[in-house]
């Protein structure tokens, strides 16, 4: 109970900056509510789920909602990948590298989303960026002059990278911290006991770590489901006819390009949901291999 009223404070705090704007957004998009009806200069008529019904009949939503979802695995699996080997890394080497590591890492998570994102736009631009001259320089046919925007694969690809390099310091400190919390006489049991460092990885390192990846995971998942900026900035609006488009930028193009922000809040509504159904689903499988462990 006291823990309870400890935790009071900040979950009326949440609520109201959370729950009021979620169901403003709910509301909203129950109704017919465009430019018109935000200007006042047409009445507000209530639509119930025809938003909803609108948008699961589009088969554009479901190739946007198929390309956000792989686009965001891939940036999740990235972040994890580069952010634990950098970890391993860091346990490994000396205070100095360590320190100058971190500090790369550290700048690149402190870098606002549209500065980094209109840097390496700049950096692999196909008439001028660095990244082009140097691989022409190397003998690399084709690279003069190449788009990294045009393809649709590769704009997804160089917007992930980017997403990757701005999101891997989180799972780096956070699994820094766990990996460094754990005690060495563990480790120094495990391998008296003949363990290969694989298998101490694998059955004493990671079930401590869990709880750390548990929380990296679900955070990265959150992030590079609901990207905005950098897809956004990086392929101009959402690519060649939208090719790059995924669901925070459908939602945006329909609320505020197309006038439409009762389906543009219906599409807000569906992140939502989704993003909890994916949380709930992750949650659920880490306790079953917790089971079973």
Avoid: H
């Amino acid at each position: 109970m006291a823990a309870l009223l400890y935790l009071a404070p900040a979950a009326l705090l949440l609520i109201g900056m959370m729950g009021y704007p979620l169901y403003q957004l709910v509301q909203i998009s129950l109704y017919e509510y465009g430019q018109a009806q935000a200007s006042g200069g047409a009445p507000v008529s209530f639509l119930g789920a025809e938003n909803y019904l609108t948008l699961l009949g589009d088969d554009q939503f479901w190739t946007i909602l198929v390309q956000t979802c792989v686009f965001a695995a891939v940036c999740v699996v990235g972040s994890l990948a580069v952010g634990i080997a950098l970890a391993v890394l860091a346990t490994r080497i000396s205070p100095l590298p360590r320190l100058l590591l971190f500090l790369a890492a550290i700048g690149a998570w402190a870098t606002p989303a549209m500065a980094g994102s209109t840097v390496w736009l700049f950096l692999f631009d196909q008439d001028f960026g660095l990244v082009n001259e140097v691989l022409t320089g190397v003998g690399i046919d084709g690279a003069a002059g190449f788009s990294w925007t045009y393809d649709k694969f590769v704009a997804f690809g160089l917007v992930a990278a980017e997403v990757i390099w701005c999101s891997f310091p989180f799972v780096l400190v956070t699994t820094y911290a766990g990996l460094t919390g754990i005690p060495g006489e563990v480790v120094e049991a495990a391998a008296l006991d003949g363990a290969s460092a694989w298998r101490t990885a694998r059955t004493v390192l990671l079930p401590m770590l869990r709880p750390v990846l548990v929380i990296a995971t679900i955070q990265s998942i959150i992030w590079d489901f609901k990207i905005f900026t950098q897809i956004y900035v990086m392929t101009n609006g959402g690519g060649v006819a939208g090719q790059n488009m995924v669901l925070n930028v459908y939602a945006y193009q329909s609320a505020f390009a197309g006038s439409n922000y009762g389906l543009g809040s219906a599409i807000g509504v569906v992140m939502t949901v989704l993003l909890i159904l994916i949380t709930l689903a992750y949650l659920r499988a880490q306790r079953k291999d917790e089971a079973n462990v």
